[in-house]
């Protein structure tokens, strides 16, 4: 028998998960169910946490069976694959364990309305062997992968050192693209790897041995924002011993190397791509309109046109909102555009008109982390293109703040919340790191 419900959200990311707790809050589970592929929610912006090993999953992943219990709604655990738009069904994908052992078979899930919500994935622009051997930050798996090669490869370096007495060994981490992703690893990695040397790699010093190196095509990090802020950053990467090469372009990536165009060669025993982003593939065999990234193509109420019940939201979708300007792909993005699809799906639970209105994407500003104590970034105005450029302890708080807003709005109770909020920062006062 299908599964059905008449609001069925793809995707318990920054943007899905916040919706289905809004409305599970409201609607109730027989009428809000959420498809995700995965068993438990991370915030994607901490992923450089993650991989850092400053964030643990275990500790800090949200269960989606939990979440659907104190939020109202129902999880079914599966990937989407397919749609068929005009019976109003899709169809989750069967789950299987890592050793091949069948979890569970495929699913039709009927929907009244439905939001596809999946996020993006990495656009790694045909160069050769990014794909083969980089780590991207796109998912939760792909994180911890990187934290378990760091660990090992510290260990190396570590018995390397003490039984070999070998001077010359040490670690080079090249980082592909010098946007907030990146500039946030490099950042984290240096901090983590001080904390790391000082519980159980006590032979490497961190400056010299755990190498650091952010590679960027453009003239500068952080390119889309203002020239200060990349400033800041660079400065303060510097003060870290983190080496920043800009205008390089990279054409092709090794087992142990990365190159570039101009036939430098920078030595790789880990590498990380998070040079760009692009929507996951299977949604261009959806039948639904999409764009040039794979993004599927929205109007300003979110709408895909064409698709009587469809809707998309955050990385996946390409929107133009009420401004004339494409929506980017961000996490304040997805948050605001689950506020706003949210209402209209409850003033239409309430018998209420549309509300007519579409939605604008309000840009609050970016902040980049650079290690447990600083950011910088700029924060807009309400006037236009007004911009406050923000660095230090403050900058930290606000960004620290974002992630709250996330846990406040997916938390059921006010006792539920003001738990997590206070385990978050403890966590996040302590510099530990996850050694195992
Ligand atoms: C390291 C890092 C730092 C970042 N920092 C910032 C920041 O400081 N500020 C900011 O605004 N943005 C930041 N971003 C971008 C931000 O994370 C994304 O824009 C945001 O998460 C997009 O939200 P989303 O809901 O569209 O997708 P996601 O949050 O990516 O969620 C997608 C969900 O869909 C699920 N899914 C995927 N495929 C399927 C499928 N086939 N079936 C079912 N479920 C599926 C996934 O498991 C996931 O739960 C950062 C990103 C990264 C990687």
Known sequence: MALQSEIVIVGGGAGGLELACKLGRKLGPSKVMLVDCRLYHIWKPSLHEVAAGTLDIHQEGLSYQMLAHDNGFTFIYGPMTALDSASRSITVGAVRAADGEDVLHE???????????????????GVPGAREHTISLNATEDAERFRLRLLRLMAVAEQAREERHDADAALDIVIIGGGATGVELAAELREASG??????????????????????GAPRILAPLPERVSN?????LGERGIRVVNDCRVTAIEPQRVLDKNGNIYPASLCVWAAGIKAPDFLASLGL????????????????????GVYALGDCAACIDASGNPVPPRAQAAHQQADYLGNGFLRQAAGKPPKEAPYRYRDYGSLVSLGKTTSVGSLMGSLRGASWFVEGMMARFMYTSLHLMHHKAVLGTMRTGVLAVARFLVRRATPLVKLH
């Open 107 to 125: 699913r039709q899930v009927r929907y009244g309305s439905l939001v596809i919500a999946v996020g993006s994935t990495s656009n790694y622009f």
């Open 195 to 216: 904390v790391y040397a000082t519980y159980g790699f006590s032979r490497l010093q961190v400056q010299r041995d755990v190498r650091i190196t952010l590679l960027e």
């Open 232 to 236: 800041a950053a660079l400065k303060l």
């Open 289 to 308: 309109p999409v764009n040039k990234g794979g993004q599927i193509e929205v109007d300003a109420q979110l709408r895909v046109a064409g698709v009587p």
